[in-house]
């Protein structure tokens, strides 16, 4: 049983290869943050050591212990759990040391109790350079019954050798009627399943993390209570923020994104009004305001706004100045007046 929502050639594509038993040694899997990397990563793991006739269970010792991570031979090497006694870099890449105790150590021993030993490595594209090469050497030389799966939400940040040792997998995002459809069977209230299905912009696991921690939306409403303040300040208010987005960029830059992404998502509701399609809006919840919000703006202002917003997003993540460019995105946005919000 795939736990997988969406993905559907991906899911297909794998399943052919362990039908015909081609599967390959490494595996990049690509894609958004919480789109479902991990969840596909796991599931694969499941079925090649699941013992049922209809593998992977889901339900089974086996299966049930590695989707909690204590099965010996599915190892999860990540950032945020560095090897005990490894204290350098440990919070800003993972080290050639992590590679060497929880891959190295590893990889030519037999498999404990399973079928095949599985290497996920999540946020590959935070391998220090000694840890890619160190990886390198181990994906040129593969073992029989050991698998690597590479997780990454910016594969173009890993060394071309790395990419070309593996089969891609790049993930796309899911429609929201998909999500809509997995929450309902979740139990969660329709209203509620709407609204998640849209704010996870394609991710499930956005949606998903959204029902079981309330916090998430907590966090939300402070973002978009911020970025209407932004958007009705003056410049020295937007120069402010961007100060504040560049800081936190050096070291949580997931942060940044969703702040970029509800601010993108704020104007393309505000276009979807102006032309007509208030139906198709994302922040249901907002909605009263945000339609507000687009009679201040004619609709060549907004595609300025959400143009800005895009290039600062692709910018930020080909390593340009992070205050720079908040700053350019901040004199590139339309003003606006919110007396009516």
Known sequence: MWQVIGHELA???????????????AYLI????????MTLALTLAQALN??????????????RRIVSAAHPDVRVVALENPS??????????????QVRDDIHHWVSLPAFEGKYRVFIIDAAEMLSSEAANCLLKTLEEPQEKVIFLLLSNEPSRLPETVISR???????????????????TQGVAAEGARLLSRLSRGCPGSALMATSDESVLERRAERLSRLLDVLAGNLETRFEYAAELATRFTQRRTEVREALGDLLG?????????IGLGAEIVNLD?????????????????????????????????????????????????????KKV
């Open 11 to 25: 899911q297909a594509r794998i399943r052919k290869a362990l039908y015909k038993g081609t599967l390959g040694h």
């Open 30 to 37: 690509s894609g958004l943050p919480h789109i479902g990397k």
């Open 50 to 63: 699941c013992c049922q006739a209809e593998s992977p269970c889901g339900v089974c010792p086996v299966c």
């Open 84 to 97: 005990s006694d490894d204290k350098s870099n440990s919070r800003i890449e993972i080290s050639i040391k």
């Open 166 to 184: 593996c089969q891609r997998l790049d993930l796309r995002p899911v429609a929201a009627s998909k999500i809509e459809a997995a929450l309902l």
């Open 266 to 274: 704020i104007l393309r509701d505000m276009l979807l009004f102006g």
């Open 286 to 338: 907002y909605g009263d305001k945000l339609q507000l919000l687009a009679q201040e703006f004619n609709i060549k202002e907004i595609r300025k706004g959400i143009t800005a917003v895009s290039v600062a997003l692709r910018q930020l993540w080909q390593n340009a100045s992070p205050r720079l460019v908040l700053d350019v995105m901040m004199l590139d946005m339309p003003s606006v007046n919110l």
